[in-house]
């Protein structure tokens, strides 16, 4: 299984991103797909998760309204836009992924086994 985290960068405060995440090797399994942000310091943040067996979808309340998580199957890609973007926003994303997830417990990185390298997002003027 890998994970291949792609699109971070600098924006200015009020902007947009949008981070891919591309999955492989989880065969005939329907992965949750879910991205995390770290700032030094802090814990993991769960940040959004998405479930491609049924796309449920869940949202940290810090996010919810301004960032949205979706898929394109054909790409086997999962996608985090990100609008609206603050610098609290600021922080190195990661995608997981899991094909056991309790999607309850989306937020809580020790639920995931898979997982990608980080992007930088830097929200700054």
């Known amino acids: 299984v890998q994970l291949q985290a792609s699109g971070g960068g600098l924006v200015q405060p009020g902007g947009f991103l949008r981070l891919s995440c591309a999955v492989s090797?989880?065969?005939?399994?329907?992965?949750?797909v879910g991205w995390f942000r770290q700032v030094p310091g802090k814990e993991r943040e769960g940040v959004s998760c998405l479930s491609t067996w049924n796309d449920i979808t869940h949202y940290s309340d810090s996010v919810k309204g301004r960032f949205t998580i979706s898929r394109d199957n054909a790409e086997n890609t999962v996608y985090l836009q990100m609008n609206s973007l603050k610098p609290e926003d600021t922080a190195v994303y990661y995608c997981?992924?899991?094909?056991?997830?309790?999607?309850?417990?989306?937020?809580?990185?020790?639920?995931?086994?898979?997982w990608g390298q980080g992007t930088q997002v830097t929200v700054s003027s």
């Open positions: 997981a992924a899991d094909n056991s997830l309790i999607l309850s417990t989306y937020s809580d990185y020790t639920q995931y086994n898979y």
């Open positions: 090797g989880f065969l005939l399994d329907r992965p949750a």
